[in-house]
């Protein structure tokens, strides 16, 4: 099984994929970490030097790369929600699950200082991407985890029980 978790920057896809895959003794792949290896370059500078439209092809081209036959945790790059061919792959071979997080959330987790490297938090505002954003990941997830104030625990523990219920 393929797990692709989708949701705005911050709201743990990287942290819960990691914790999830080793809990389901499944591989775990960080897209925005594989194009950094490809490109070796950091996302930020990906895009500071090439632009947010060349990234958004690289992210594309990432995840179509990634090996499909193992069972994976896929942690997505937030906006790969933005590509109507993104969400049909992702669909066609594995689940969606939208880790959903409140706009305050966000601001919480987002005030690190690491996170103001954030090439698009500095030519956009946080509540204006989180708008763009919120109706795709809805339409793209088969599975929506709120996750307001949860640990990384009980997400993935939902995240295993709903899987169950789905396979059962």
Do not use: W
Not at 16 to 35: E, M, R
Not at 72 to 87: E, H, K, S, Y
């Amino acid at each position: 099984m393929i797990i692709y978790l989708i949701g705005m920057m911050g709201s743990g896809k990287s942290s819960v994929g990691k914790h999830l895959a080793s809990q389901l003794k499944y591989n775990f792949v960080d897209t925005d970490c594989l194009i950094e290896e490809k490109l070796n370059l950091k996302v930020h500078d990906i895009i500071n030097q090439f632009g947010i439209e060349y990234f958004r092809q690289i992210e594309n081209q990432v995840l179509r790369e990634i090996q499909l036959d193992l069972n994976t945790v896929i942690a997505t790059g937030g906006g790969i929600i933005l590509n109507q061919d993104n969400i049909n792959f992702m669909k066609n071979n594995g689940i969606t699950i939208y880790l959903k997080t409140s706009i305050n959330e966000l601001e919480k987790r987002l005030t690190n200082p690491e996170m103001k490297k954030r090439p698009l938090l500095k030519k956009n505002s946080l509540y204006d991407i989180f708008e763009v954003r919120k109706e795709l990941y809805d339409k793209a997830s088969e599975l929506t985890i709120n996750c307001d104030n949860l640990s990384i625990e009980t997400i993935c523990e939902q995240i295993r029980s709903e899987l169950k219920n789905r396979l059962c």
